[in-house]
């Protein structure tokens, strides 16, 4: 099997170093609009080759889009030509907006996934080959793909070493945006703060391992974290009323000074641990 990767960043990277190791595949083909990541790719040894756009449509059996959302919405236009055999699978953190933008003629072909896996870092050098293993994978409105499209990706998938989950995409972009989405909004708004607040100096000093973990995916791709925002606007909106809300009971109990139900506000937050 032939694969291509669109886009090679921490994503698509990551995926092809995961891939070459993979018995199923005998060639993993890398684009990127970044000549620049490119060549790195191709120097990390993440794909085998570096193809034209072209090229990887034509000769490809899957087609991997690891790339921002937005860019996936307009890549999907140009490949209404593929051969019917052929298996497109996105990437992205939104679901929604990318299936209503997959042309009618290849919807057919068409993969929406969403890995649970990332870092904050960026780029071809953020790629690690373990970054996909026992992470789950989530499928959404399979029913729509053709039956041979979606076994040839849970075949790759659970080759992979990951956990498939099947789900609509309504109900997808709905969790997603206050379990993935959200935090990274806080993160993004404490760093904000904080960085109009704070000299470098006392964030140096006194940025403990309560707040780097807070604050680490802050450091994320901003272009990446603009177009999800973009895209799943109204269940993130939906998440900053909901914390907006918390921060307010917390406000208040405290400027109240009603402490013992401060301590049972705090409590039923811990029961997160019987979760996670």
Same mark, same amino acid.
């Given at each position: 099997?032939?694969i ?8 698509g990277?990551?995926?092809?170093l995961?891939l070459?190791e993979?018995k ?5 083909s ?7 990541n490119?060549?790195e790719?191709?120097k ?8 034209s756009f072209e090229?990887?449509k ?7 889009l690891?790339?921002p959302?937005?860019a996936?919405?307009?890549i999907?236009?140009?490949?209404v030509?593929i051969p019917?055999?052929t298996t497109i ?7 929604e ?5 997959v042309p ?6 068409f993969?929406?996934? %969403?890995p649970?896996?990332g870092?904050?870092y ?10 996909y ?5 989530v ?5 729509e ?7 040839r990706?849970?075949e790759?998938?659970?080759h992979?070493?990951?956990r498939?989950?099947f789900?609509?995409a309504?109900e997808?972009? %709905?969790?997603?945006?206050?379990i993935s989405h959200?935090? %990274? ?5 404490l760093a904000?703060?904080v ?5 470098k ?10 707040f780097r973990g807070?604050?680490?995916?802050a ?11 973009k895209?799943?606007?109204?269940n993130?909106l939906d998440?900053?009323?909901?914390i907006?809300d918390e921060?307010g ?6 400027e109240?000074e009603?402490?013992d139900?401060l301590?049972?506000?705090?409590k039923?937050?811990r029961?997160?641990?019987e979760?996670?």
């Amino acid at each position: 099997m032939k694969i291509g990767i669109i886009g090679l960043g921490l994503m698509g990277g990551s995926l092809g170093l995961a891939l070459k190791e993979n018995k199923l595949v005998s060639c993993v083909s890398g684009y990127d609009l970044s000549k620049d990541n490119e060549s790195e790719a191709l120097k990390l040894g993440l794909v085998h080759e570096i193809c034209s756009f072209e090229e990887i449509k034509n000769k490809c059996d899957i087609i991997f889009l690891a790339i921002p959302v937005e860019a996936i919405i307009k890549i999907v236009k140009n490949l209404v030509d593929i051969p019917e055999n052929t298996t497109i699978i996105d990437l992205g953190s939104t679901k929604e907006k990318i299936i209503e933008a997959v042309p009618e003629q290849i919807r057919k072909n068409f993969i929406p996934a %969403h890995p649970m896996a990332g870092t904050e870092y960026s780029g071809p050098k953020a790629a690690m080959k373990g970054l996909y293993k026992e992470a789950v994978v989530v499928i959404c409105d399979f029913g729509e793909s053709s039956e041979k499209h979606v076994k040839r990706s849970v075949e790759l998938f659970s080759h992979l070493g990951m956990r498939i989950v099947f789900m609509g995409a309504k109900e997808h972009d %709905h969790h997603v945006g206050l379990i993935s989405h959200l935090p %990274h909004a806080i993160a993004f708004s404490l760093a904000n703060g904080v960085l109009k607040q704070e000299d470098k100096k006392h964030i140096i000093n006194l940025g403990g391992p309560t707040f780097r973990g807070m604050i680490r995916v802050a450091k994320s791709s901003p272009i990446m974290w603009q177009d999800i925002f973009k895209q799943n606007k109204n269940n993130i909106l939906d998440g900053i009323k909901m914390i907006k809300d918390e921060l307010g009971e917390c406000e208040k109990l405290i400027e109240n000074e009603k402490w013992d139900e401060l301590g049972n506000w705090l409590k039923e937050a811990r029961k997160i641990r019987e979760i996670l």
